[in-house]
Nanobody
Framework: QVQLVESGGGLVQPGGSLRLSCAAS????????MGWYRQVPGKQRELVAT???????NYKDSVKGRFTISRDNAKNMVYLQIDSLKPEDTAVYYCNADSLGWARSYWGQGTQVTVSS
């Protein structure tokens, strides 16, 4: 079982930056894909970025060039660097861990990102 705890959210002005962190309680080094999702009230949770255990990344089109996902397997940490923030990036951001060998994926509790002047 894996527990995920996100941190790093907050209120930031448009054009600003944030670095979100996700700490995993168990090992995520082997065969575990990590992802960041976001959700606004009344809408479905959407995928923002993913990173495989070997470091391959994938991004939602609207965040390409502004968001960077990374991971430190030795520390069981995943990060999301968010630059050039826009008001439409306002959402609760969730960390996810998934693996082919698991019966389910795991979610953190989320961290709020608010972009406003």
């Amino acid at each position: 079982q894996v527990q995920l705890v996100e941190s790093g959210g907050g209120l930031v002005q448009p054009g600003g930056s944030l670095r979100l962190s996700c700490a995993a309680s168990g090992s995520i080094s082997s065969g575990v894909a990590m992802g960041w999702y976001r959700q606004v009230p009344g809408k479905q949770r959407e995928l923002v970025a993913t990173i495989t255990s070997d470091g391959s990344t994938n991004y939602k089109d609207s965040v390409k060039g502004r968001f960077t996902i990374s991971r430190d397997n030795a520390k069981n940490m995943v990060y999301l660097q968010i630059d050039s923030l826009k008001p439409e990036d306002t959402a609760v951001y969730y960390c996810n861990a998934d693996s082919l060998g698991w019966a389910r994926s795991y979610w953190g509790q989320g961290t709020q990102v608010t972009v406003s002047s």
